[in-house]
């Protein structure tokens, strides 16, 4: 057997990270039959929601059905020695106040902000000999000008005003993050004391209005448009306009000429680590140590954390109120409440009784678009990659640009584009779009002297191959030697550094952590399923149309990325709902 299939076969069994061990000991405890409310899955958003609903007094039980806690964001032991964010791999986009607020620092979080953040090498023909090109972007804006200067000095000028305006953007979207949608069915059909509740909710929509002021207009664009129509109007050089558009499609069965992708480009940049705007980090630990931290402050104050216990159905009383859960050995676990992590298709097609919900919800569920272009390859390698446009120290230590998300086949956004019509029509990408991050290059403690573990997140690849085909492991290896030939175009050597890996295709990102279709973000982030209809209409606000059921995952408001707002949100609406029981 090969490296590369030693490492796929480990894979099968991997183990959790370290930290999880000891807090399973202490989260364990014994079985209640019954509790306040029981939240189904311990994915970062069912542990926050978790902590928020035990600190107000709830007692609140969480019941996973792996062997490890953290749903996408966790850390595993994939080959011997290497420690992988096996999904999720970056930290930007959580909340401020539940960092604050569930005092995750003070509970072990370690970050490890990055800068510069973000490299693009080129592969350039007839350099004569020179060294290729390359777009280096990190928090100093001189800097920055310079390396866009190589392309085009017009758009060097222009980077600065288009980033304050991005800036202004995520601001401005800041209060949505925060509080449940607009609770649009009370407006229209409830009592006029519901009706007068619910204009509250309309406060966080006043609130972005106020800071965009009379640039709504140009704003509204940003949030409709394709990402390349709103890139082209700032610059001109593709280097810099595909760098950008990476933010657009990253996750998304989408390209930078399909409108809507502009709000995609906007999600992935309204993030906030430490009081810095738009920063990125690694975890200490992988993300895994993250979703150890939340668990930490949840059990702290009383939360109850199974694993490998799988939630089998929800219970419903003849009244039609949620009474509990049912779990896969038999076990019932009555509550008042039951809040579910798991997206949308898994809590109302699968483990909610359908006689108790209305056949139009049913079948909006079932419509929602899951499509994913993702494969994550997880790779063990025994020296860094040395980059063509970078080349490494003879002592091979990392340089700046290691620290990155380094983006391979970003020349131009005619690139991704042609990458993702490979997808249409069944075919994995001939020239994948590659972000490859070496979270060890700031945290050795992730692989061993001299190693280190990388992060490949390729699209765009098919859930379902040409002539209606599965991926089988041929498939998968195939695809994996292509992304790999890719990178030893940018920087030779790589194939031969390579000790092992892991391939998660869509199907593999479904099966592993419950993604449907593959897909991060639950259900896609389109404008036609966010805020008022995440993840349908008129059932936006985590409620759902059984009494007494919630969604706190990423298929609700505000959606996708390790952000915890869906939790934070949907514990306050409970805990609101608790009281006026």
């Not at 399973?24 to 039959?33: I, N, V, W």
């Not at 806690?69 to 930007?92: D, H, Q």
Request: charged share 20%; glycine share 10%.
């Amino acid at each position: 057997m090969t490296a590369y299939g030693r490492g796929l076969s480990r894979a099968m069994g991997a183990s959790p990270h370290p930290g999880w061990r000891r807090a399973l000991s202490d989260t364990r405890g014994r079985l209640k039959p019954e509790y306040d409310a029981v939240v189904v899955g311990a994915g970062h958003n069912g542990l926050v929601a978790a902590a928020y609903l035990q600190r107000f007094g709830v007692n609140t039980a969480v019941f996973e059905r792996r062997h490890v806690i953290g749903g996408a964001a966790v850390t595993e032991e994939i080959i011997p020695g290497f420690k992988f964010s096996r999904a999720s791999y970056l930290l930007s986009l959580l909340r401020p106040q539940i960092y604050s607020e569930l005092e995750l620092k003070k509970h072990g979080l370690r970050l490890h902000l990055r800068n510069p953040y973000s490299f693009t090498p080129m592969l350039e023909e007839g350099t004569g000999g020179k060294v290729p090109r390359s777009l280096l972007l990190g928090t100093d804006m001189a800097e920055n000008q310079k390396q866009i200067a190589q392309f085009s000095r017009k758009d060097a000028q222009a980077f600065p005003k288009y980033e304050a305006f991005m800036d202004r953007l995520a601001l401005a979207i800041d209060p949505l993050l925060d509080s449940a949608p607009v609770d649009l069915e009370a407006f229209q059909r409830g009592s006029l004391l519901q009706r007068l509740k619910s204009l509250s909710t309309f406060k966080p929509l006043w609130q972005a209005g106020c800071i965009l002021g009379a640039q709504l207009p140009q704003y509204y664009q940003v949030l409709t448009a394709p990402a390349a129509k709103v890139l082209d109007q700032w610059f001109e050089s593709e280097p810099l306009k595909a760098t950008l558009a990476t933010d657009a499609v990253i996750g998304a069965m989408t390209n930078p000429y399909i409108p809507g992708s502009g709000y995609v480009l906007l999600h992935h940049v309204m993030g906030n680590l430490e009081g810095i705007r738009g920063a990125w980090g690694y975890v200490q630990g992988g993300m895994g140590a993250l979703s150890d931290a939340i668990a930490s402050s949840a059990t702290a104050h009383g939360v109850s954390i199974f694993t490998e216990k799988t939630v089998a159905k929800v219970q419903v009383s003849s009244g039609g109120r949620v009474q509990g859960v049912v779990l896969q050995d038999g076990s019932e676990v009555r509550s008042k409440v039951v809040l579910s992590n798991a997206s949308p298709q898994i809590t109302f097609l699968k483990l909610t009784p359908q006689e108790w919900l209305p056949e139009e919800f049913v079948a909006r569920i079932t419509q929602l678009d899951t499509q994913s272009p993702i494969t994550k390859i997880n790779v063990a390698v025994n020296r860094l990659p040395d980059f063509l446009a970078a080349p490494n120290t003879p002592r091979g230590q990392p340089l700046p640009h290691h620290q990155c998300s380094i983006h391979l086949n970003c020349e131009d956004t005619l690139l991704v584009h042609r990458a993702f019509e490979d997808a249409l029509d069944g075919l994995p990408s001939e020239r994948p779009l590659i972000e490859l991050c070496i979270p060890s290059s700031l945290d050795p403690t992730l692989a061993p002297p001299g190693c280190h573990v990388i992060s490949l997140f390729t699209q765009y690849t098919p859930y379902t191959l040409a002539g209606g085909k599965a991926w089988d492991e041929q498939q998968r290896n195939a695809y994996a030697d292509r992304v790999f030939d890719c990178i030893e175009a940018y920087a030779p050597g790589f194939k031969g550094s390579v000790v092992g890996r892991d391939i998660l295709t869509p199907p593999d990102l479904e099966r592993v952590f419950g993604l449907p279709g593959g897909n991060i973000f639950h259900c896609a982030m389109s404008l036609d399923q966010l805020y008022f209809a995440r993840p349908v209409p008129l059932h936006s606000g985590y409620r759902s149309p059984l009494r007494g059921l919630y969604l706190c995952g990423s298929g609700a408001h505000p959606g996708g990325g390790v952000m915890g707002a869906a939790g934070r949100n949907a514990a306050h609406v409970v805990f609101r709902d608790l009281r006026s029981m």
